[in-house]
Every structure is written in structure tokens, then in C-alpha cells.
């Protein structure tokens, strides 16, 4: 296997040459046990590392399609683009959709008055 190479903070630092003292000073018997505990521990905490880079990653990705949703919405809010058909289709697609669905087949929906927003 081949160590690779990473970087500790100083107190991080700090804590892991404590825990190898620590493990140093066990008696003979117990030693190696705890060795492998520490590297397993080590390898747990490398996949967290990962896991944290991966979830950012994603993280990023959804901001980006996100920013391109609320871009587009500020400029129909604001009067600046014209209603793309393809939406307008899409709401009537889902409202039917909806309207089917028999959780919601006695419920009244009033559409909102947004001259007084």
C-alpha cells in the first residue's frame, strides 16, 4: 500500500503524534491493535474528506442550474422577458395533473390577486 501524502493542521498535528505516543506506551499485547484501530480511523477519515469534496462538488453543480432558474425568474418578474409558451404548457400540464390526483380532488384553489402584490 502506498501512503499518500496530506496535510494536518498543527493541532491536528498535535493530537496524532499524542496518539502515537499514546499507542508507543500500551504494553506489547495490545499494541498492534491499536496501530491497525489508528489506521483504520485514518481511512475513515479520508472517505469523509471525499465524501466532503463530492457533496461540495454537487453542491456547486445545483447552484449553477439554480442561478440560471432564479436569473430567468427575475426577468419575468421584472417585466424583461415575454412568458416562454413552453411554460405556460408546463403549467397547465402540472395543474391538470394536480386537479387528478385524488388527495386534491375537493380542494378549491382562487388564483391570487396579484395586482395588490
Known amino acids: 500500500m502506498v ?5 494536518r493542521d498543527p493541532p491536528q498535528a498535535e493530537a496524532e503524534l499524542k496518539i502515537s505516543e499514546d499507542i508507543a506506551n500500551m504494553p506489547e499485547a495490545v499494541r498492534d491493535r491499536f496501530k ?7 481511512m475513515a ?3 469523509d474528506e471525499e465524501e466532503e469534496k463530492e457533496y461540495r ?7 449553477k442550474l ?6 430567468q425568474r427575475a426577468l419575468l418578474v421584472k417585466g424583461l422577458e415575454d412568458v416562454p409558451a413552453q411554460f405556460l404548457e408546463q403549467y397547465e400540464f402540472r395543474a391538470a395533473n394536480l386537479k387528478a390526483d385524488e388527495k386534491y380532488k375537493d380542494t378549491e384553489v382562487t388564483p391570487a ?5
Do not use: P, S, T
Not at 491497525?36 to 485514518?42: G, N, Q
Not at 462538488?57 to 447552484?63: D, I, N, R
Not at 390577486?113 to 402584490?117: G, L, R, S
Open 3 to 7: 501512503e499518500k501524502e496530506f496535510y
Open 36 to 42: 491497525a484501530i489508528k489506521v483504520l480511523y485514518d
Open 45 to 47: 477519515g479520508d472517505l
Open 57 to 63: 462538488a454537487l453542491e456547486v453543480k445545483y447552484e
Open 66 to 71: 439554480y442561478q440560471e432558474i432564479y436569473q
Open 113 to 117: 390577486d396579484v395586482k395588490q402584490i
